[in-house]
């Protein structure tokens, strides 16, 4: 028997085989940033591993648990569960319409215990994992009629509708943005996104009065006029301005930083630290950071090229536009490139809802690239 007829059925895989299949281009950019995320909330704490740092590392190590048990566990359980999984994220995100924790003047949060979890976070990978299960054996004509776009369509917009109400439109955002590129990417016909972009502008008026609360239409005219409302809306992003500006090439030096130390700078712990690593490490550290956060997309592109399963392929490009959408929107918004919205920079901020969601998706992307030569079926079999 010759190791490709040997690795191309999962189940007669040893771990041995799988463990030398894992991609390491992945697995350390992936722990540079958890090793930055670290270094930078423990200065965000004043030089203590309270109230941030400490938390981050336990969540981290607990991320590693799910991320080696999702990407060493057979690919054909997760083919079968996607479904399942979906459905899971869905009924976490209807509940908190109903019983969801509020803080800082949205219901996002499930408490279990002394747990909150963040349910948006999860389904944005369960989304991915839902639609490529939908899409992997579709055939080119399939994939030209609209018919077979409703279902997809409706995975997205039910918990974009609920995620819009909590209010979290950057994460409602977001899982349109990985649709729509997800759409392209399996082959929806070109002349359908000039059409949704034509309906988008059309529809902008109705979402400005009716579909925005004023808070979000305040960051929209501040983001178009910074010296609207200084000391209100424009606050954060003002200040984010300066202390990434005082960071100047090389930085003020770790645990220097001023804005940041001296509570100017709001939320630095969590949307705004990029802000904060950039005033300390300066430009040439945002640059570094970017670099690594590049090479991840660009592995994640390789991995779903490389891969031979449309399902697989398929979870490892999804979550590319995932992770991309995650960072580009974060760095745009605390440069005051985009408006405010409330999206975490990817494996750096605070949190344990987005960063344990990271880390199960690197763990799916992870199993794609060990099973990439697996043949799959639609029952998963």
Known sequence: MTRQTRVSNADMMSFS?????????MFIPMCLVLTLSVIVLFSAGSGSWQPFALSQLLKILFGLVIFFVVAFTNIKTWLKSANTIYAIALILVILVTFIGHTGMGAQRWLSIGPINIQPSEFIKIALVL?????????NSVELTQAKNYVIPILLMLVPFGLIVLQPDLGTAVSLGLITVGMFYIVGAPKKWFMIAGILAIMAAPVVWYVGLHDYQRDRIITFINPDHDAQGAGYQINQAKIAFGSGGIVGKGYLQGTQSQQSFLPEKQTDFIFTMYGEEFGFIGAFILLIIYSSIVVVL???AKTCRNRFGQLVCFGFMLNFFVYYFINISMVLGLMPTVGVPLPLMSFGGSSLISLMFGFG???NAHINKDQQLSAKGS
Do not use: G
Not at 17 to 25: D, H, N, Q, V
């Open 364 to 366: 799916l992307c992870q």
């Open 301 to 303: 592109f390789w991995s």
């Open 17 to 25: 085989e799988k463990l030398s299949r894992f991609s390491l281009p």
């Open 130 to 138: 839902a639609l490529a299960r939908y899409f992997a054996w579709m």
